[in-house]
């Protein structure tokens, strides 16, 4: 594992979102998550594992997505076979928002359209 690859990864699995890994490595957020992604042969495996199908909902599927189970855990255990798992598109926003959930009740997620919103509306009722 290359060593921005391992700082990325690491960053993650103690909670940062990878706007945030970005913004402290600094570089993008996009940049930051294609580092943290699986390499090819451990998609390639996920995929041939769950044999066309959302491994959560067992729907059919032609193109799906490779979802972190466990984003806490050792930075080698994150692109692990067994800490991922092929997911449709819908069950994969169902999991990511359960983990956001979970994150915003611990203190440690920061909704940033929530947090812009907030920053616009204190600011119109100081000028009104």
């Known amino acids: 594992m290359k060593d ?16 945030a890994i970005g913004q402290q490595l600094g570089f993008s957020r996009q940049y930051a998550q294609y580092l943290a992604r699986p390499d090819t042969k451990t998609c390639a495996a996920v995929l041939s594992r769950a044999q066309g199908q959302c491994e959560e909902c067992h729907c059919s599927l032609t193109r799906g997505h490779v979802h972190h189970k466990r984003i806490r855990c050792e930075v080698d255990e994150f692109n692990s076979l ?10 994969h926003a169902r999991l990511d928002y359960a983990s956001d959930i979970k994150r915003k009740s611990r203190g440690q997620y920061v909704d940033r359209k929530e947090e812009r919103f907030w920053k616009i509306f204190n600011e119109a009722q100081n000028n009104a």
């Not at 921005?4 to 706007?19: D, E, F």
């Not at 067994?82 to 069950?91: H, K, P």
Request: hydrophobic share 30%.
């Open 4 to 19: 921005q690859q391992r700082q990325v990864i690491s960053l993650k699995t103690q909670g940062l979102t990878y706007a």
């Open 82 to 91: 067994d800490n991922l798992s092929y997911v449709c598109a819908s069950c």
